[in-house]
């Protein structure tokens, strides 16, 4: 089957600066990972906060609840805010 024209275009993009384009539209926007890393950022402090901050158990429980908090923001991010 040879595509022409319109088929063609949909199909495939064209090199723009000298960079790749991949074949569909949708995989050419920018990700928002911003919410994914939020998340990650917050089960890290809620992991290591407990080992690191040993020695005080109030700074400790602090980063337990701050990492509790920003990964909580960034689940919303990522998977609330698209529904609505």
Same mark, same amino acid.
Request: charged fraction near 10%; avoid cysteine; aromatic fraction near 24%.
């Given at each position: 089957m040879i595509l022409a024209g319109k088929k063609l275009h949909k199909l495939y993009t064209v090199m723009l600066d000298n960079t790749t384009?991949?074949?569909h539209?949708?995989?050419n926007r920018p990700r928002k990972s911003g919410g994914f890393f939020l998340i990650i950022l917050g089960a =890290?402090?809620?992991i290591l906060a407990p080992i690191t901050f040993s020695?005080?158990?109030q700074i400790g429980m602090g980063?337990?609840?701050l990492g509790?908090?920003?990964g909580g923001i960034g689940?919303? =991010?990522n998977f609330i805010k698209k529904r609505t």
């Open positions: 384009a991949l074949a539209n949708e995989h =890290l402090m809620f020695e005080s158990p980063f337990i609840g509790f908090i920003v689940f919303y =991010l």
